[in-house]
């Protein structure tokens, strides 16, 4: 039997906090709706968008025993579980399943910049200790490891590897390993600058595992559906043109800053980055506030646009 792929928009959701930078977990029932209504068909919370590198080991068991309870329809929900070595990734890994968590997503453990060999061993160790599905981030712009498409194959046909999202610069990458077929989610980052998503879609992949959704979660649910049929590649490219300049907002800073800026600038629970990390102001958050009214995002979502921001930026 076949891998239950998933296909569609994964969003890697924000962590939301209050103004003393304490976890609000009303602010993560309301972002969680707010997927699950626009059709998202998983999330992964506490991933890069998530500052998961700055929370404490307390925040993110609590993060995964509190919004477990959240998870409504068929919206899967996953947590990354990256820690700073396999045995504290395998941790994270089994209290999140035992929490009841659909799947985890793994990167390689920052900072150590490993060899891929070593990399590849690792997904590979924590995937045999799961008791959940994994998903697989090679995510060299983080963490400098960046593997090949043939280490990528490797590690897909480990029957508990369910997904791989790509965020390499090697753009070529991606027609290896649609070529493959691999039983497992193609899925790839939704940044413009890396230019993944349009071949990844165009040659078979299964969606997108993104961070614009945060902000326009119906337009990355058009995006990331497969091209089963010729039509949708025709919608694919009136939606990711329509959607391109918030596309390259959403990286006009590292990630999470734009989306977790604007976001809390119309009126989401988003709150304060943790710093060092600081929000956006003047006129670089003023061109995403002007992206969400030529969008039509207000009337769409209930955004509000609070004209004092727009004035303070000109």
């Not at 077929?181 to 993944?196: A, E, F, T």
């Not at 961070?211 to 990331?224: A, D, F, K, L, Y």
Request: glycine share 8%; aromatic share 6%.
């Amino acid at each position: 039997m076949g891998k239950n792929l998933i296909t569609g928009s994964f969003v890697a959701l924000i962590t939301p906090m209050n103004n003393d930078y304490s976890i609000d977990m009303g602010g993560f029932d309301t972002l969680l709706d707010f997927q699950r209504d626009a059709g998202t068909s998983a999330v992964l919370i506490m991933g890069s968008s998530g500052e998961v590198s700055m929370l404490t080991p307390e925040e993110r068991h609590r993060i995964v025993a509190e919004t477990m309870p959240m998870r409504k329809g068929t919206m899967e929900h996953w947590y990354g579980c990256t820690g700073s070595t396999t045995e504290a990734t395998i941790d994270y890994v089994t209290q999140a399943a035992g929490e009841g968590a659909d799947g985890a997503v793994i990167a390689a453990p920052a900072y150590i910049c490993a060899s891929t060999k070593d990399i590849v061993r690792f997904f590979l160790d924590v995937a045999d200790a799961s008791p959940i599905p994994i998903g697989i981030y090679n995510n060299p712009p983080r963490v400098q490891t960046d593997l090949s498409a043939e280490e990528i194959l490797e590690i897909a046909a480990h029957p508990n590897v369910r997904v791989n999202k790509e965020s390499t610069g090697r753009v070529g990458q991606v027609g290896k390993v649609c070529a493959a077929n691999p039983d497992i989610s193609i899925m790839c980052c939704c940044s413009p600058n890396l230019g993944l998503v349009v071949p990844t879609m165009a040659l078979g992949g299964h969606g997108t595992a993104n961070m614009t959704g945060n902000i326009i979660p119906r337009e990355m649910v058009e995006i990331s559906t497969p091209w089963d049929d010729p039509a949708q590649s025709a919608r694919f490219r009136e939606a990711y043109l329509k959607n391109l300049p918030m596309l390259h907002f959403a990286y006009s800073a590292i990630n999470p800053v734009p989306a977790k800026s604007l976001l809390a600038a119309v009126g989401m629970p988003a709150g304060p980055l943790r710093r060092p990390l600081a929000a956006l102001s003047g006129e670089h958050l003023a061109q995403g506030l002007r992206l969400v009214c030529e969008l039509g995002l207000e009337e769409k979502y209930g955004y509000r646009v609070p004209d004092s921001l727009m004035l303070a930026a000109e």
